[in-house]
């Protein structure tokens, strides 16, 4: 205790001193206390070695217990014995204010997590892919703003255009005309989410756009072909002892002899993987694959999936137009209906549009399996 008091009186002189008074203060001390610290240090030593050998001959008959267990006990009931052998070090540094704590450890698993594991997420979604190729891909565009689109058709007429008889009156030739309507309409829809979400995983929210748009083609893609397949001219071709390239390259034939200039076939995947199955059978020249790109007598043929299986359209597509009253639009809207209460947003996509199949003549609509 004496060498205790000294060594706090030392603490207190020595409080805001230079580092080299300290230096001499402590080396002073450790020579006129040599023999009261040496001292002290044995005692400590003693005192120690008496607490482990108690230790130790406590963990021997506790081994000497354990072992007289079953031998299906054993590995679990000599666990604390080993326990104290593996921390026999962090043991002997027990002393008066000083412990030590250990603990019998086991093999951990997920049951020792308590809540949910760290997670890596994929900020890009897995989404439903959107379709090859848009109606809007093959037609040109014409704008209506006022909701109508009007366009002039040539009819038969009467008379022809002939060699003259010297003397004789001149051939007359008399043109008709029709006039036709098209009346654009709304395609559209929504998708309502809270803030909370759009707050919270943004990643979900941001996607929604590109989701709205996808979806807002495949409906424009399904207006659109129901109209093509209406107004086209049917095709009077059959697959009886034929193929569907030759069907085709009959087709192109047929259009190209009334002048029209043929620019693209649309079939579905399955069909245009058929194509390329038979072509070297059938005509090798006039069926191509060159660069990703498939070719029937020189007309790129285009994969669309709003098409129907065995369904297929050559045409000259320059006689097709959307008409576009006001073009496609996504508009947000967190005050549209309840959504002010309910902290939700509204997402909405639309376009007000048609289709108008200017010269039903230029484009055949045909069926592979027709016999």
Do not use: C
Request: glycine fraction near 6%; proline fraction near 2%.
């Amino acid at each position: 205790m004496e060498l205790e008091q000294k060594l706090q009186d030392l603490a207190s002189k020595l409080e805001g001193k230079s580092k080299e008074v300290v230096e001499t203060a402590i080396k002073e001390f450790k020579a006129e206390n040599k023999t009261a610290i040496e001292n002290a240090v044995k005692e400590a030593t003693e005192a120690m070695e008496v607490k482990m050998k108690a230790i130790q001959d406590h963990a021997d008959k506790l081994d000497v217990k354990l072992q007289a267990k079953s031998v299906a006990n054993a590995p679990a009931e000599n666990l604390l014995t080993k326990t104290i052998k593996e921390n026999i070090e962090e043991i002997k540094t027990v002393s008066k204010g000083k412990s030590v704590q250990i603990k019998a450890v086991a093999n951990m698993t997920t049951a020792n997590l308590t809540g949910t594991a760290p997670r890596t997420f994929n900020f890009d979604i897995v989404t439903i892919p959107s379709q090859k190729v848009n109606v809007e891909d093959l037609v040109g565009v014409v704008n209506a703003d006022n909701g109508i689109y009007t366009y002039t058709v040539e009819g038969a007429g009467e008379g022809s255009i002939g060699a003259q008889t010297e003397g004789a009156a001149k051939n007359q030739r008399d043109y008709d005309f029709t006039n036709t309507d098209v009346a654009t309409n709304f395609i559209a829809g929504f998708a309502r989410y809270s803030k909370k979400m759009r707050n919270n995983l943004s990643y979900i929210a941001n996607t929604i756009p590109r989701l709205l748009q996808r979806d807002y083609y495949k409906e424009e893609n399904s207006v659109f072909n129901t109209v093509l397949a209406g107004a086209a001219t049917p095709s009077t071709e059959i697959i009886t002892s034929s193929s569907k390239s030759k069907m085709l390259i009959n087709e192109i034939g047929k259009l190209e002899n009334a002048d029209y200039d043929i620019n693209g076939i649309v079939v579905r995947p399955s069909d245009y993987l058929d194509i390329l199955k038979t072509a070297k059978q059938d005509l090798e020249s006039a069926v191509t694959y060159e660069n990703g790109i498939l070719r029937v007598a020189g007309v790129q043929v285009l994969k669309a999936t709003w098409l129907a299986a065995n369904k297929y359209y050559v045409g000259d597509w320059s006689r097709v137009n959307k008409v576009v009253t006001e073009g496609i639009s996504l508009e947000f809207s967190d005050s549209e209906g309840s959504n002010f209460v309910n902290n939700n947003i509204t997402a909405r996509i639309e376009s007000q549009v048609a289709l108008a199949v200017e010269q039903p003549l230029a484009v055949v609509y045909g069926d592979f399996t027709a016999v």
